[in-house]
Nanobody
């Protein structure tokens, strides 16, 4: 069965950290690039970070400003997003995605991240 199970979201104060995880099943995880997107209320879903299938190449949105790190463990079939120095504008639902042909073809269910004092 094709699915993602996301975890790690929650409420954090500004300046805090969270680590999101997305565990995959049902496909050859190591064959695909993986991404994290986010969607804030009233806004379009936006790309946060991408990692190549073997984890060699990563790309980030300018908005992350070096605060976020995407990584993956192909043995555990899991992709991670480490988020440091969080800001209120990082508040959103975060989604992992499987890429194929340059677009996301499968989405996780999303995990809420709220940054507030």
């Amino acid at each position: 069965q094709l699915q993602f199970v996301e975890s790690g979201g929650g409420l954090v104060q500004p300046g805090g950290s969270l680590r999101l995880a997305c565990a995959a099943s049902g496909f050859t995880f190591r064959a695909y690039p993986m991404t994290w997107y986010r969607q804030a209320p009233g806004k379009e879903r936006e790309l946060v970070a991408t990692i190549s299938n073997l984890g060699i190449t990563t790309k980030y949105a300018d908005s992350t400003n070096g605060r976020f790190t995407i990584s993956r463990d192909n043995d555990k079939r899991t992709v991670y997003l480490q988020m440091n120095n969080l800001k209120p504008e990082d508040t959103a639902v975060y989604y992992c995605g499987k890429e194929s042909g340059g677009k996301v073809v499968m989405w996780g269910q999303g995990t809420q991240v709220t940054v507030s004092s």
